[in-house]
């Protein structure tokens, strides 16, 4: 079925020496597209491309044309936009025709007297395929935006080699652009202290191992500071996703750490957020690892059916129908990820259930990989409060239960990880359980104090849970924890 609203949003260029089929086509098309182009040769063809390529989404052309030949045009054409789709008309059969239309990569071939309704439809798929790939594009800059304006230092590795660095990273590095970075002959690997690797061989060291490393980094006055590597792999585009974390800094401020203030309060709850956010990131890595292979598979088939000529429109729409939906889901974390951190400090009225149910799944795909399941459980009730902060807790004490629940698992096989949630409106409590094995006794009473954590050898910030309990507080509720015969019972008083 072809969507009309679709052919209003594309700009088509239509090249054709002959008049009398010119005039025909023309007359029956204009009026579905955005803006329609014409040209009675390949020389005026290409004029027109070169004036308008960035408006021009799609180009339809006659073979057998005076002054400049349709491939010549298209070939010309593929220089200058090698993703503008281009559909071939011609009454040749002739295969030398054909194997010309692949090396130029001609996206279709319809033979003349063309079928309206034939061409209209391959219009419509060439354009369909080509707006996935712009909204694809456009999800890849939005995650570049959220990478560049994380407060972690973040880069990636593609064939062996850095291909991006985030800003936060390169202003620590003295650069103001990842191609002023290349441009000096820089390396990452110089800023590390006591280093001994080359480039090559350090990042040889840093994609052989999934294990967490440690790293000192000369910052500018010359302090040594520690952070950790964290390694996220897409293995469909061999592509390595690193994140640096400043694990001194958590120290440091441990150290300093005195008294209360509504400034402090501030700053832990800022802390709090980006080393959520790194989690998240981490999450949206896992997320779209399946989508991206997904997608890359219907790629690598359309590429072998163009290249063997046998291209097949039902297989070509089911391919699209699947990428739209892989997109769909992409575009769906994105707009979660999104939604639980727009600042947001105005009260509203909100279902807990509902709110909790949406932090689960900013945090599923970690939870799915590692086999625990969480089950959400009782009756519903709305309060009036600040959602993306009460998400912000139940965040923090899902991600304490997971992390106690994979050491649970290395030491027990057979260990069955589970987390329950009950929602009790009666009582207006929220309790969060899991079977891990509970909190060891001298530890129960401090695990709500700043800076506190038994994971700071492994990245803890141990103020998660000051924040979380600071928040439910300042909501004029209470957050409680007690052991149960399996493990730990967070409870969240919202009477």
């Known amino acids: ?131 996935k790939k712009k909204e694809l594009e456009e999800q890849y800059k939005l995650i570049e935006f959220m990478l560049d304006s994380n407060p972690n230092f973040m880069f990636t590795i593609k064939d062996k080699k850095i291909n991006y660095i985030n800003k936060t990273f390169l202003f620590y590095l003295g650069f103001d652009s990842l191609k002023e970075f290349k441009d000096s002959n820089a390396f990452i690997s110089n800023s590390i202290i006591d280093n001994k690797l080359s480039e090559s061989e350090w990042i040889d060291y840093i994609t052989s191992s999934k294990n967490q490393k440690i790293f000192y980094l000369n910052n500018l006055n010359s302090d040594r500071e520690s952070y950790k590597l964290v390694c996220n792999c897409f293995s469909n585009i061999n592509t390595y996703l690193f994140t640096l974390n400043n694990i001194t800094k958590l120290q440091k401020e441990k150290d300093k750490f005195k008294e209360k203030s509504l400034m402090q309060e501030k700053m832990l709850e800022i802390q709090s957020r980006q080393a959520e956010m790194g989690e998240m990131i981490d999450s949206i890595a896992h997320q779209w690892k399946q989508p991206l292979n997904i997608i890359s598979g219907y790629n690598i088939n359309l590429e072998m059916d163009i290249e063997l000529n046998d291209l097949n429109i039902k297989n070509i729409k089911d391919c699209i129908k699947s990428t739209q939906t892989q997109i769909k889901f992409m575009s769906q974390t994105i707009d979660d990820f999104r939604n639980f951190f727009k600042p947001n400090k105005i009260n509203q009225n909100f279902d807990v259930k509902k709110s909790i149910e949406d932090t689960k799944k900013l945090i599923f795909s970690q939870l799915k990989k590692l086999n625990i399941n969480i089950l959400i459980e009782g009756e519903s009730f709305k309060i009036n409060k600040i959602k993306n902060e009460f998400q912000q807790v139940i965040l923090n004490i899902l991600n304490n239960a997971k992390d106690a629940l994979v050491l649970k698992q290395k030491e027990d096989k057979n260990f069955t990880p589970k987390i329950e949630i009950n929602v009790d409106d009666d009582k207006k409590i929220v309790e969060i359980r899991d079977n891990a094995g509970g909190i060891p006794k001298h530890l129960i009473d401090k695990i709500f104090e700043p800076y506190f954590s038994t994971k700071i050898d492994k990245g803890g910030t141990g103020i998660g849970l000051y924040i979380s309990k600071t928040i439910i507080e300042n909501m004029g509720y209470v957050l409680k924890v007690e052991n149960s015969n399996d493990g730990a019972i967070f409870t969240i008083g919202l009477n």
């Open 1 to 131: 079925m072809i969507n009309y609203e679709l052919l209003k949003k594309v700009s088509l260029l239509y090249v054709e020496d002959n008049e009398v089929i010119r005039d025909s086509l023309v007359e029956f098309l204009e009026e579905y597209f955005l803006t329609f182009y014409v040209a009675k040769d390949g020389e005026e063809g290409l004029e027109i491309f070169k004036n308008n390529a960035e408006n021009i989404d799609i180009v339809v052309t006659d073979i057998k044309m005076p002054k400049l030949n349709g491939l010549e045009m298209s070939k010309e054409i593929k220089k200058i936009s090698p993703e503008t789709p281009i559909i071939i008309t011609t009454a040749f059969n002739d295969s030398e025709y054909f194997m010309k239309s692949i090396d130029i990569k001609i996206d279709k071939y319809i033979t003349k007297p063309v079928d309206i309704l034939f061409l209209e439809e391959a219009i419509y798929e060439s354009c369909d395929i080509l707006f």
